[in-house]
């Protein structure tokens, strides 16, 4: 009798879980880059989303130590679909906001905002999927960040899924 309620239970136990799985939304694999936290509109886009913006190529030497062509999207472009204001705009409160970028295996790098405006600097970072003239291979894209001029490739972070705009806060008490 023991025996058969275990059997019992752990059948019971099974069914709730596949049913639970089924309740939950499933991911869309069409989503290529998603855009959250302190925007005015958070964004799904998808590759077709992300080939609508005006793109970019910078010219950046990667981890191999060669010199490539890069082509993609100014994370600009993408912060601005967002409705983050740049330029004129960008000044008081928004200059204490950063943007954590987050790869598909968690790894996470910070940006100011400032790094992004033309008012503040002239190099462009750029959200590439391509690198001369190939999309990029599976394990730095689809999406990779390319940060020109670093002496260091800690924020070129690779296979990127989410950025997300949050505020500092104020640690004056």
Known sequence: MFFMRGIFTALCLFVAIIACGQNQAPSNPD???TVGGEVEHSLKLTRADFGKLRRQSVKATGHDKKESNYEGVAITEVLQQAG????????GKALAMYLVAEGADGYQAIFSLTEFDSSYTDRVILLA???DNELLPTNEGPLQIIVPDEKRHGRWVRQVKTLIVSKAENTRK
Do not use: S, Y
């Open 84 to 91: 983050i204001k740049f330029g004129k705009d960008f000044h």
């Open 31 to 33: 989503i290529l880059l």
């Open 129 to 131: 999927e391509r690198r």
